[in-house]
């Protein structure tokens, strides 16, 4: 297995957890797993990818069609990226990096979330 | 009167049983059919198994008492109960499985006074079986079977007629008794022993991993050979853990037999399950030590746990009072001073520090068992370094194993071995793979990768980004590869003057990016390499990706 998920509901925020590895192999079930985790009445969910150790074009894909899917269903988009992790360099190398806005922590990410909960 | 027409001496007993006195061995005549209960005796009878020595004793018994029924019940001592075992004339009692509490009714106060008991009229007696009463049995005598002091079970006649049992009929029935009963014994413990031999060994195969596993740049061997006698808790094992690492154990449960093999099944599977979790080898053993210190009934255990990374070569290792691991390679052998912690089991807060080590390509971890270097009157230190010397020679994970068979003794083996040794194998200077087109093989490429540009001295940060430009180029070749037919592409790898050429090739053509999101792939190639081309050729499309390793 290149990659793990794990699941965290804090009230009406869902906290999904990546780490291992992303690429055209397993981005397909990991969207469709992730999308499965965040029921309709979800305010938010947080992408966590600082344990994430590789994520190719296709995972960059994976987090636009994922802000899209929630977007539709009025929802929002945290994505967890701390500035040195490998997710960020692919994004930097991709040049999509000023394009997609990031937080550092899962904290910093629940932050602006909490009065909206 | 002559002495075998005698009545038997009744002392007073319980309703309608009488104790009997028991009788003299010259009571009973040597006839042809006594002779025959003599021979019960032999000791070549006992190897016939149970079932037939019991059926041998059935059969002589009746044709020298004359009587309608016998039966032999056995004690089994782990419920204190009489476990009806075979007979004659009421073989419903062995199919409905009878058990006699020791102490109650018939066969229960034989086994518990040692008595001989007669019953004469069973419908005016404390009987417990039902099965003598339905059966029609008037008549009961019933002896004892007893092994150097210890009850093992009783041995009963039935008439179907009112029968008064004389001094001769008792005679008879001990000599039966006591000639067949250390037979009894010896063939039931053989057959108890063969069962247990059986399953033990079914256990331990079933357990041992069927297939090792198949990396490219590393490979696996390992060998399981069982004690001549008994089966022992050894266990070996490799399994591939998340993101293209490797862990490999061993371990062996103190004792032997069923036990010891069932344990061994639960520490495998409970070692294996912790370091699918990605704890590292101290964290793993420690959770498998408190794991088997749950067990209402433990042994202890040593094992080693080492977690090899194919990428860098970097083992982490750790022991629970197991034996020092060996690195074999470059015409070398060396034991691993790691430090062995306490066995498992043996401490109940047992910590677990973690070694670290790098293979050297071609180098070979090498893990085994101490059946494979306990020697009589060897200290073990001194087999280690003749095994270590044996070694030494060896140049892959295979010939590793073959040559530690030659420290076992060819025959009378007393203690299991296992021995597993991983090899981290040498990765040529250039890359020439055919992989199928197929996403599932995008990220052993890129461990493959990794470890050829590290081995060609690239510093981390190329290594992402460049791997990260390849595997762009793979997927490109996936996605666009000829169906139906099973299709491969190409990776070809070569350095040269410090700058990596990578070619990607397939036989399909280049298909303009469509979206933003598909022409990230592009892009990345463009941004992580000095040069990326994209050719079509007559056959298909080629990618070329260059770049320097250094400024």
Redesign the interface.
């Known amino acids: 297995?290149?990659a793990?998920l794990e699941i965290d509901v804090r009230e009406r925020v869902v906290i999904a957890r990546l780490t291992?590895?992303v690429?055209?192999?397993n981005v397909d079930q990991l969207r469709a797993a992730i999308t499965e985790a965040t029921p309709n009445h979800a305010l938010a969910l947080i992408l966590d990818l600082s344990g994430v150790?590789?994520l190719?074009?296709?995972g960059?894909?994976l987090i636009?069609r994922l802000r899209e899917d929630l977007r539709s269903r009025g929802q929002v988009l945290r994505l967890v990226i701390p500035s040195h992790s490998?997710a960020h360099?692919?994004l930097r190398?991709?040049?999509?990096a000023n394009h997609v806005e990031t937080v550092e922590s899962v904290e910093e990410g629940l932050s602006g979330l909490d009065d909206a909960g | 009167m002559p002495l075998e027409n005698r009545p038997l001496d009744p002392v007073p007993a319980g309703a309608g049983q009488v104790v009997l006195t028991p009788a003299r061995e010259e009571a009973a005549a040597p006839t042809t059919q006594v002779r025959t209960l003599y021979r019960l005796g032999d000791p070549a009878l006992s190897e016939l198994g149970l079932e037939e020595f019991l059926a041998e004793l059935l059969n002589r018994v009746q044709e020298a008492l004359q009587v309608d029924t016998v039966a032999i019940l056995l004690l089994d001592r782990e419920s204190n109960q009489l476990v009806a075992r075979a007979a004659k004339g009421i073989e419903e009692e062995v199919e409905r499985c009878v058990r006699i509490p020791i102490g109650r009714g018939f066969a229960g106060r034989i086994a518990a006074e040692r008595v001989a008991i007669f019953i004469a009229d069973v419908n005016h007696a404390d009987i417990l079986n039902p099965i003598l009463r339905e059966k029609g049995i008037r008549s009961l005598l019933g002896v004892p079977l007893i092994v150097e002091g210890d009850i093992i079970g009783v041995l009963h006649v039935g008439s179907l007629k009112p029968r008064t049992f004389n001094q001769r009929d008792l005679s008879v029935l001990q000599i039966a008794a006591a000639r067949a009963a250390p037979g009894i014994e010896r063939a039931r413990l053989y057959s108890a022993l063969e069962h247990e031999h059986r399953v033990a060994m079914v256990l331990q195969r079933s357990l041992l991993p069927k297939r090792l596993i198949d990396v490219v740049g590393v490979t696996a061997a390992a060998r399981y050979l069982a004690a001549s006698d008994e089966v022992g808790g050894d266990w070996y094992d490799v399994f591939e853990l998340?993101?293209g690492r490797l862990g490999m154990a061993i371990g062996d449960v103190v004792g032997h037999g069923l036990t010891a093999a069932a344990l061994m099944g639960q520490l495998r599977t409970a070692l294996h399950a912790y370091a699918t979790e990605n704890h590292g080898p101290g964290k793993t053993l420690e959770l498998v030590d408190r794991f088997l210190q749950s067990m209402p009934e433990f042994a202890m255990a040593t094992a080693a746990y080492a977690v090899l990374d194919p990428e860098t070569g970097h083992v982490r290792i750790a022991s629970a009072g197991h034996l020092p691991p060996l690195v074999v390679g470059n015409g070398k052998a060396r034991t691993l001073d790691v430090t062995p912690a306490a066995p498992l089991g043996a401490l109940p807060y047992g910590s677990r520090r973690e070694h670290e080590l790098t293979l050297e390509p071609g180098e070979t971890l090498v893990l085994y068992t101490d059946g494979l270097v306990e020697r009589p009157q060897t200290p073990l230190n001194k087999s280690i370094e003749e095994l270590a010397s044996m070694l030494e020679d060896a140049t892959t994970a295979e010939e590793c194993c073959e040559m530690a068979m030659e420290m076992v003794p060819l025959e009378g083996l007393r203690d299991d071995v296992a021995i597993v040794a991983l090899q981290n194998g040498s990765i040529p200077s250039e890359l020439h793979l055919y992989p199928p087109a197929?996403?599932?093989v995008?990220?052993e490429l890129?461990r493959v990768l990794r470890r050829w540009l590290r081995e060609r001295g690239a510093d981390d940060e190329a290594i992402?980004?460049i791997?990260?430009a390849v595997?762009?180029a793979c997927?490109n070749s996936?996605?666009h590869a000829y169906s139906p037919a099973p299709a491969r592409f190409g990776l070809e790898a070569s350095c040269e003057n410090d700058e990596v050429t990578i070619v990607i090739s397939d036989l399909g053509r280049w298909r303009a990016p469509r979206g933003t999101?598909r022409g990230?792939?592009l892009?990345?190639m463009e941004?992580?390499m000095d040069s990326a081309e994209v050719n079509q050729t007559d056959s298909g499309t080629e990618i070329v990706l260059r770049r320097r390793l250094h400024s």
């Open positions: 297995m290149l793990d291992g590895e690429d055209l192999s150790d590789y190719d074009s296709s960059i894909q636009y490998p360099s692919a190398i991709a040049g999509v | 998340p993101r197929t996403a599932k995008l990220g890129r992402g980004e791997t990260l595997n762009e997927a996936i996605e999101n990230r792939g892009t990345i941004a992580a």
